[in-house]
């Protein structure tokens, strides 16, 4: 047995020649040398992270990792790894008092018991069998973004003018956002906005829906009797920003996997039903997280033969895991028609993606559509195709603008 211990001359960092579709060959290096490597923290920490698919579940489902204190590791520059504005929820400020008590409910830094409770009063909304039968509302938004599309006499940013709107719309949908709210919502939660705006918009939100029930998540969170004021707007705060960015990057970064390689498209393109096995592909080949947001040993924990000591932070790499040739057969290989289940795109574990079930629908629909409506769709530029700074400090991906061609004629 090893204990893995933080030299304090091996200072690393997250590394930032990467792009989505190829990820930064230190990566495989570190997965290649150890399950755990050293890495640093911004704030001095010398932790560890994980890039081998057994370490990774094995970390994300062990309850003596805290999510607690949220250390952020250091990213390419060698202090911060992205804008730091958007860590988990912003700095208070002068978020009012109520507001910093729901902010401190992000389930993102919690653990335990009050994470439990909390998670559970969101999870039904967000099931196999909500997520399908969201499945005809979806199809019919997109058709009308699509028909928004033809409009623009331009070429297409599938990411701004195609992903963002669907993300945002279903977003709305499946929480319970009125449609004359869709502007307010995407000019708070889509553009910039203090924590204060966002708290005044979910307050007055809740107020109108007090007596308008329906089929969503506030209806849920207002029904619950075991939930107070405090909770249900920390929720819908967390709720509100969680995920949508991560469903339009996706449908952005799709596009591009399949632009850039015909055969993978063409096979897409002979035989639609294919669509819903790529689309784990897509979350494999295509994942975001370089790392996610890193766990904290409350204890001395032995995986894998390593011993990590208490009050080490590991951060995990799901875009590490998703290419282990230990787990995956040719992992570099982008192929929409192998099993690609059990990726961890979507994390795992304790808290693994809420919204996973949803997002499966949103970025099948969009991609079957824009295929369809689209046959000589084709790629004009697109930002990640080169490396970009990290869009945040736990180091995600950026989508970047991904420029096409509609090709009607
Ligand atoms: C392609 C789209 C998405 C991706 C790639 C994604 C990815 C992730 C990942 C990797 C985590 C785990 C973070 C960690 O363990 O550190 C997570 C958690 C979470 N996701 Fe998603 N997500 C997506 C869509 C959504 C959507 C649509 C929603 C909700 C509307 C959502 C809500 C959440 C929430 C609330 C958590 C925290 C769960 C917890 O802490 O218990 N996500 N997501």
């Known amino acids: 047995m090893t204990t893995a211990t933080q030299c304090p001359f091996v200072a690393r960092s997250l590394p930032g020649d990467g792009t989505p579709l190829t990820p930064s060959p230190t990566l495989a290096a570190w997965r290649d040398e150890a399950a755990f490597v050293p890495l640093d923290f911004q704030d001095g920490h010398e932790g560890l992270v994980a890039t081998r698919y057994d370490a990774v579940r094995s970390v994300l489902e062990d309850p003596r990792f805290s999510m607690r204190p949220g250390r952020m590791p250091v990213g390419p520059d060698g202090a911060g790894s992205g804008d730091s504005a958007a860590v988990p929820l912003e700095a208070a400020g002068d978020l009012d008092e109520a507001g910093q008590r729901s902010d401190a409910l992000n389930l993102l830094n919690l653990d335990g018991e009050v994470h439990s409770k909390l998670r559970r009063a969101v999870t039904a909304r967000f099931s196999v069998r909500q997520a399908r039968s969201r499945e005809p509302w979806i199809q019919a938004m997109i058709a009308r973004e699509i028909e928004r599309l033809r409009t623009l006499d331009r070429d297409i940013d599938v990411w701004r003018d195609y992903a963002q709107p669907i993300s945002a719309r279903t977003h709305c949908h499946v929480i319970g956002i009125p449609e004359h709210h869709y502007e307010t919502f995407v000019a708070l939660f889509v553009e910039e906005s203090t924590a204060q705006q966002k708290y005044d918009f979910i307050r007055a939100l809740l107020e109108e829906r007090k007596n308008n029930p329906g089929e969503d998540v506030i209806t849920d969170l207002l029904n619950n009797p075991d939930l107070d004021r405090i909770e249900v707007e920390g929720l819908l705060r967390l709720l509100m920003g969680a995920g949508r960015d991560s469903v339009a ?10 632009l850039t390689n015909p055969e993978q498209l063409g096979t897409l393109r002979a035989d639609a039903e294919k669509i819903r096995p790529a689309v784990e592909e897509f979350m494999r080949v295509g994942a975001m997280f370089v790392t996610l947001f890193a766990r904290t040993a409350l204890e001395d924990v032995e995986i894998d033969g390593t011993t990590i000591p208490a009050g080490t932070s590991v951060s995990v790499s799901p875009v590490a895991a998703n290419r282990d040739p230990e787990h995956w057969e040719q992992p570099e290989e982008f192929d929409v028609e192998r099993d690609a289940f059990g990726h961890l795109g979507f994390g795992h574990g304790i808290h693994g993606c809420i ?55």
């Open 249 to 258: 990057y996706l449908i952005a970064t799709a596009s591009v996997a399949l």
């Open 355 to 409: 919204g996973q079930q949803v997002a499966r629908v949103e970025i099948r629909e969009a991609l079957t559509d824009l295929l369809a409506s689209f046959p000589n769709l084709a790629l004009v530029d697109a930002e990640q195709l080169t490396p970009q700074p990290f869009a945040h400090p736990v180091a995600v991906y950026e989508a970047g603008h991904v420029l096409v061609r509609l090709g009607e004629d």
